[in-house]
């Protein structure tokens, strides 16, 4: 599975468009690229999933360059209920092996 | 989406009992179920795939012993911590997998059991 690295946190303030970048500079040719969140003592809930370019749904949008070995989830106009832990997962395999996430605190 | 819930939702218990955690896929059948633990700040760490009929297959440094599971059916599987102490204090989550698809999105997470060992 390949490895991610991302920031260990962000503030932010409502309102604003907030991108969260996650590196994965050994994906590999089958992967997909996962993003989750988690709220505290919850579990976590799928954001998006993509392969290349860029994906967008309800909820965010997620941008993916040429060489995959990067990723930014974009998350519009977020809000404090945004307040949460956000991981970003690379692979296919069956298995989900969770990073370190990135904490996202919104501020009034 | 698919819907997986947990029971109990939080425990206590007294040093050296046993603790059952049950994980339902509520509307779609999951032959492959997941058991991680997650402590204060950090990640969730992957304990044990179970698959429906089969033993479950453990994450290096879990002791298969203590930490017992169950996949009877296609929509539950049963976590047991054996002779529970509060290093075992934590919070469990499962997740399942559908049946149909490829891939982390057809994988549902359950809400989660707090358990706490006095």
């Known amino acids: 599975l390949a490895k991610t690295t991302q920031p260990i946190s962000m503030d932010s303030y409502e309102g604003q468009e907030v991108n969260i970048t996650c590196s994965h500079n050994n994906i590999a040719t089958n992967d997909y690229i996962t993003w989750y969140q988690q709220f505290p003592s919850q579990g976590p809930r799928f954001i998006i999933q993509?392969?290349?370019t860029k994906v967008t749904n309800e909820v965010a949008s997620l941008f993916i360059p040429a060489d995959r070995k990067s990723s930014t989830l974009s998350l519009p106009r977020v809000s404090l209920s945004d307040t949460a832990v956000y991981y970003c997962?690379?692979?296919?395999?069956?298995?989900?092996?969770f990073g370190k996430g990135t904490r996202l605190h919104i501020l009034p | 989406g698919a819907v997986v819930s947990q029971h109990p939702s939080w425990v206590i218990c007294k040093s050296g009992t046993s603790v059952k955690i049950e994980c339902r896929s509520l509307d779609f059948q999951a032959t492959t179920m997941f058991w991680y633990r997650q402590f204060p700040k950090q990640s969730l760490m992957l304990m044990a795939t179970s698959n429906e009929g089969s033993k479950a297959t453990y994450e290096q440094g879990v002791e298969k012993d203590k930490f017992l599971i169950n996949h009877a059916s296609l929509t539950l599987s049963t976590l047991t911590v054996t002779s529970a102490h509060p290093e075992d204090s934590s919070f469990y989550i499962c997740s399942a997998r559908t049946t149909r698809g490829q891939g982390p999105e057809t994988q549902y997470f359950g809400p989660g059991t707090r358990l706490l060992v006095l």
């Open positions: 997962l690379v692979g296919r395999d069956d298995k989900i092996i």
């Open positions: 993509g392969y290349k």
